[in-house]
């Protein structure tokens, strides 16, 4: 699957969500309220998405689900400004913006959070999920929330990092991204496959060059030594393999080993070539 093509589904998944109880839409609108830029109850955000999240038509509306629905008018405005992407505002008051009491409206606070904050990214090598948060109180809120997941989280100035498949994995599910969850376990088999695949074919070009530089030095070696007529003050197993050498120039020790009678081992050709070339070198 593209990956591309994937993140867009996953967000897509993510947008209609369903929201299991009140408490749980509580939750994740204040996770996705204090993820966004706010003051004095202003609450701006380009991620168009995350607008129609909180307030759009139909069940993907979160807004109409809370407990602050009955209590409060949410106020929106569209900002559209020359070269710059479209943002919304929203006004409601600040008092919403509370710290979720268990596990499971911890995970959908989370779930708002990251549809406010969050990116899934894959470099060339493997990929890691980050929450980026720009506001120091809701920095210290997320490290709270994030300890109780028990997830290996790392944190560098105001970014929240998960690299391991399995929490990336767990934070997918418990947010209710299940099918992304899957796609993306497929993908990292696939890619995994991939990648022993290229160290396999790296591992056998490496071995081949290796094969083709020490027979062109053997044969060079070889035919020195024959031309210089060191070949007859040689030991007879040594002749042999300088002879086969010249004859098989692009042979591998284990091939030169098994044209031998007896046939020998490539360790054992590989040992012979290092007496040949100690005795070459006394001489």
């Given amino acids: 699957m593209d990956k591309d093509l994937w993140l867009s589904d996953l967000w897509d998944e993510w947008l209609i969500s369903p929201v299991k109880s009140r408490k749980n839409a509580d939750a994740e609108t204040s996770g996705l309220l204090m993820g966004m830029k706010h003051s004095h109850g202003i609450f701006a955000t380009n991620r168009l998405r995350t607008a129609r999240r909180l307030t759009g038509p139909g069940k993907v509306s979160l807004w109409p ?4 629905a009955e209590k409060f008018t949410l106020g929106i405005s569209m900002i559209t400004r020359p070269n710059h992407k479209p943002s919304v505002k929203f006004i409601c008051p600040p ?14 606070w989370l779930k708002g959070l990251w549809g406010s904050t969050g990116g899934l990214y894959f470099p060339k090598t493997g990929y890691y999920l980050t929450l980026i948060i720009s506001d120091k109180e809701t920095s210290r809120l997320a490290r709270i929330i994030l300890e109780r997941t ?9 970014e929240f990092t998960l690299r391991n498949h399995d929490d990336i994995m767990t934070f997918l599910y418990n947010t209710g991204m299940t099918s992304g969850a899957l796609d993306l376990e497929e993908m990292s088999v696939i890619r995994s496959a991939r990648n022993k695949a290229n160290l396999a074919s790296n591992y056998d070009a490496a071995n081949i060059a290796r094969s083709v530089k020490a027979a062109g030095e053997q044969l060079k070696l070889a035919r020195k030594i024959v031309s210089s007529g060191l070949l007859d003050t040689l030991p007879e197993n040594l002749q042999e393999v300088i002879k086969l050498r010249i004859a098989c120039p692009d042979e591998t020790l284990d091939g030169l080993g098994k044209k031998l009678e007896p046939q020998i081992k490539k360790s054992a050709v590989k040992y012979r070539w290092s007496k040949i070339q100690k005795l070459t070198d006394k001489l």
């Fill in 65 to 68: 689900l809370t407990s602050y």
């Fill in 95 to 108: 008092e919403i913006l509370k710290i979720p009491s268990g596990i499971k409206t911890s995970w959908a």
């Fill in 150 to 158: 028990g997830l290996s989280w790392s944190e560098h100035r105001n």
